[in-house]
C-alpha cells in the first residue's frame, strides 16, 4: 500500500478516485478491494489510553470495526470481536490485535437474532466478567435500488433487525455487567442527516441510532455509563462494494469536499476519544461526525 502524508493536505492523506471498478455480493470482503482498506497497522501508534479495558467490537472483522479493534488493541485493551461468517478477515484482524500484545476473541454469528446478541454478551462475560467498551458498529446495507418498490418487505425487516433492534438487544444484555467508567459507543452515518433513496432501509437506521444514542446517554448516565455515536461519511469498506454498483464506487466519496472517501484508519481516532475517559468523561449523548467536510447541521 502506498504511503500517504498523514499530517499534510488532508486531500492527500488516502487513495483518491477514480478507482478500479468492482463490485461484490454482500458480505464484502477487505482482501478482494482494490486498494485494499487502510485500517492504521503500519500507521496506528499507543499510548495505553484503553489498558487492561475489555472491549467488544460487532463487526470488527473489516472496514471501520478492524481499524477501531487494531487501536483499542494498540491502546493496551483486550479485543471481542463479533462477525457474521467473513472468517478470513476476522482471522487476519486477529492476528493483528494479538501481534500487539493483546487477546483476541472471535465471535462468529448473525446479530439480526436476539439469541446471538445474547450468545456474545453471556461468552465476554463468562471469560473476562464485564464489558468495559460496547461498540455498535456492524450493519447491513443492501444493494442499491432504483424505486421505493424494490425495497421489499423481507430486506427492510433484516436491516432494522441487523442495524437498530440488535444494538437494543445488546445493550440491554450488556449494561448489567458495565462497571462505571464504562461506554457504549454506537455508529451512525451522515446518511442519518442526508438520506439517499437508494439505500433508505439503511439510512432510516442510521437516522434512529442517532435517536437511540441520545436517548440512551441520558438514562445511562446514572449507572456511570457514557453513550456517544460517529457519524462517518464515505469509507471504503465492503459495506461499499457490496452495496453499489461498479461505477458508482469508482468515484466513490468524490463528491464530498474532501474529494475522496475515508480510509477506515481515519475513523478510529474518534472511537479512541470516545472510549476513554481520560479524554471524553464529559462527553455522553454526541453524535461525532467524521464525514470529510460534509455538513450535518
Known sequence: MPKYDLTGDPMKAGPQPAFKPQEQDSPGFESKMDPIPDYGLDSYKGTGKLQDKIAVITGGDSGIGRAVALAYAREGATV????????????????????????????????SEEAQCKHIIDT???????????V?????????????????????????????????????????????????????????????AEILDYATTKAAIVGFTKGLADKLLEK????????????????????????KNATFGSNYPIKRPAQPRELAPAFVFLAAGTDSSYVSGEILAVTGGKQTA
Open 80 to 111: 471481542v470481536i463479533s462477525y457474521l461468517n467473513e472468517h478470513d478477515d476476522a482471522k487476519e484482524i486477529q492476528k493483528a490485535v494479538e501481534d500487539s500484545g493483546q487477546q483476541c476473541l472471535l465471535i462468529p454469528g448473525d446479530i
Open 224 to 247: 456511570g455509563i457514557r453513550v456517544n455515536a460517529v457519524a462517518p461519511g464515505p469509507v471504503w469498506t465492503p459495506l461499499v462494494v457490496a452495496s453499489f454498483p461498479k461505477s
Open 124 to 134: 465476554v462475560v463468562g471469560k473476562f466478567k464485564r464489558i468495559d467498551i460496547l
Open 136 to 196: 455498535n458498529n456492524a450493519a447491513y446495507q443492501g444493494k442499491q435500488v432504483e424505486d421505493i418498490t424494490e425495497l421489499d418487505h423481507k430486506r427492510v425487516e433484516y436491516t432494522f433487525k441487523t442495524n437498530i433492534i440488535s444494538m437494543f438487544d445488546l445493550v440491554r444484555y450488556a449494561v448489567p455487567h458495565m462497571p462505571k467508567g464504562s461506554a457504549i459507543i454506537n455508529v451512525a452515518s451522515i446518511q442519518a442527516y442526508d438520506p439517499s
